[in-house]
C-alpha cells in the first residue's frame, strides 16, 4: 500500500479492480444488433446488385434504386435512363456510377463510423468497456485517414439523390399514360428519407451556416441551417430508416418485375 508519505497530497489511491467493467446492463447488446443489422443489409444488397435481374417493371416504370442509373451493356433499354456505355461483364454492378459513391457516403458518414467502430471492431464496444485492441491509433493512417472525404462524398450524394427523385417522378408515366400505385408510394417514401437522411448530415449543417460569424446577416441561411440541425438530430435513425426503404423499395420492384405479385394500382 502507498505510504501517505510518498503520495502526492490530495491525490487518491487508485482501485485495484480485476473485472474489465463494472457495468452489469446488456451493454453488447446495442453492438450486436448492429452487427446483426448491417450484415443482413450487405449481404441482402450484395446479392441484388450481383443478381442483374428483376430490376425493372416497364408497365410502371419502377427501376430499383440499387440499379439506378443503369449504364451497362447489359441494362434493359427503358431501365437506361443515361445511356448504356459500360462493359457488360457480371462483376461490374449495373448502377456502378453511383454505388461506390453511396457506399463511400455511408462507410465515412460519422453515425455509421461510430456503429461500426463499436461492432465490428470493438473499438470500445460501450462506454465504460475497455477497447478491443492494444493500441489507439484514432484516424490518423491509412485507410482512415480517407474517412475525412465524406464532406465530398456528401455532393456525390446529393446528386445521386436527384437521380432518384427524377426516377420516382419517372414512374408516375406509365406507358399508358399518368399512373399511381403502391409501388409509387414506396419510391416516393424512399426518395424523401433518402433525402432528409443527406441533408441531415454533418457535412450538410456545416456547408450551410458552419463559416458563418453573423446568422443576422444571412436570415436565409440562418433558417436553413436551423432546418438540417433539427434532422441531424435524428440522423442516426435516419440512417437506419433508409437502409430499411431502400431494402424495400427494391425487394417490392424485385417481386413485380418477377411476377411474385400485382403491383396495387390506384389510378391507370
Known amino acids: 500500500m502507498t505510504s501517505t508519505a510518498t503520495r502526492p497530497r490530495g491525490a487518491r489511491a487508485r482501485a485495484a479492480i480485476a473485472a474489465k467493467t463494472l457495468r452489469t446492463d446488456r451493454w453488447w447488446f446495442a453492438p450486436l444488433i448492429t452487427v446483426i443489422g448491417l450484415s443482413a443489409w450487405v449481404a441482402y444488397a ?25 449504364v451497362t451493356e447489359r ?3 427503358g431501365a437506361s435512363h443515361f445511356g448504356r456505355f459500360l462493359p457488360g461483364w457480371w462483376i461490374i454492378p449495373d448502377a456502378a456510377l453511383t454505388l461506390p ?13 461510430k456503429a461500426y467502430y463499436r461492432s465490428f471492431w470493438l473499438s470500445p464496444p460501450a ?3 475497455p477497447d478491443g485492441h492494444k ?23 446529393a446528386i445521386i439523390s436527384l437521380i432518384n427523385t427524377w426516377d420516382a417522378i419517372l414512374a ?7 399512373g399511381f400505385g403502391l409501388g409509387n408510394i414506396i419510391l416516393v417514401l424512399n426518395v424523401v ?19 458563418l460569424k453573423h446568422f443576422s446577416k444571412h436570415p436565409v441561411r440562418y433558417r436553413a441551417w436551423t432546418f438540417v440541425s433539427a434532422l441531424n438530430v435524428r ?14 423499395a427494391d425487394f417490392y420492384i424485385m417481386a413485380v418485375a418477377a411476377d411474385w405479385f400485382s403491383d396495387l394500382r390506384f389510378i391507370n
Open 46 to 70: 450484395t446479392v441484388r446488385v450481383f443478381m442483374h435481374d428483376f430490376y425493372w417493371v416497364p408497365d410502371y416504370h419502377y427501376l430499383t434504386p440499387f440499379y439506378s442509373p443503369c
Open 75 to 77: 441494362c434493359i433499354e
Open 101 to 113: 459513391f453511396l457506399l463511400l457516403f455511408r462507410l465515412t458518414c460519422y453515425y455509421y463510423r
Open 135 to 157: 493500441e489507439y491509433g484514432g484516424e490518423t493512417r491509412f485507410p482512415l485517414l480517407g474517412q475525412n472525404l465524406h464532406r465530398y462524398f456528401f455532393y456525390a450524394a
Open 127 to 129: 462506454c465504460a468497456v
Open 235 to 248: 440522423h442516426m435513425q435516419l440512417a437506419w430508416i433508409t437502409l430499411g426503404t431502400l431494402a424495400l
Open 193 to 211: 428519407m433518402l433525402w432528409a437522411y443527406t441533408i441531415s448530415c454533418h457535412s450538410c449543417r456545416h456547408i450551410i451556416g458552419g463559416r
Open 172 to 178: 408516375f408515366h406509365s406507358p399508358k399514360g399518368f
